[in-house]
C-alpha cells in the first residue's frame, strides 16, 4: 500500500473512531508510521485536507454499500433493516460505520 493509502486508511478510522478533534496530526503520524513531512507532501494542508481525502473515501464506500444494499433485497424494509443491521455490526466491531478500508478499496 503506498503511503497516502495508508494514511487515508488509518485516519478515516480514527475520525470515525473519536471524531475530528479527538484525534491529533501526532497520533496519526504514530498509527502510520510516517513522518510529518510524509503527510504534508500528500496533504500540503495538513489535517483538514486530510479529513476531506477521507470524507470522499466515505462516500465512495458508503454508495457501493448502499447499491449493493438496493440489489439484494426488493424491498424498502428489507433495504432499511440490512443497512441498520450493517451500521450496528460494523459500530460494535470496528467502531465505524463501514467494514472497509481505503486499501481494500483500491486493491
Sequence with gaps: MDTKSLI???A???FQQKGY???GLNEILRVCNVT???LYH???NGKEELLIACLHFLNEVITLDIVDIFE???TTLEVTNSMIEKLIVNLETEGTI???TFSSMVS
Excluded: A, C, E, M
Aim: charged share 20%; glycine share 14%; net charge positive.
Design 72 to 74: 439484494r433485497y426488493p
Design 36 to 38: 510529518k513531512g510524509s
Design 21 to 23: 478533534k479527538g484525534v
Design 8 to 10: 487515508i486508511d488509518n
Design 98 to 100: 463501514t467494514g472497509y
Design 12 to 14: 478515516t478510522i480514527l
Design 42 to 44: 500528500h496533504f500540503p
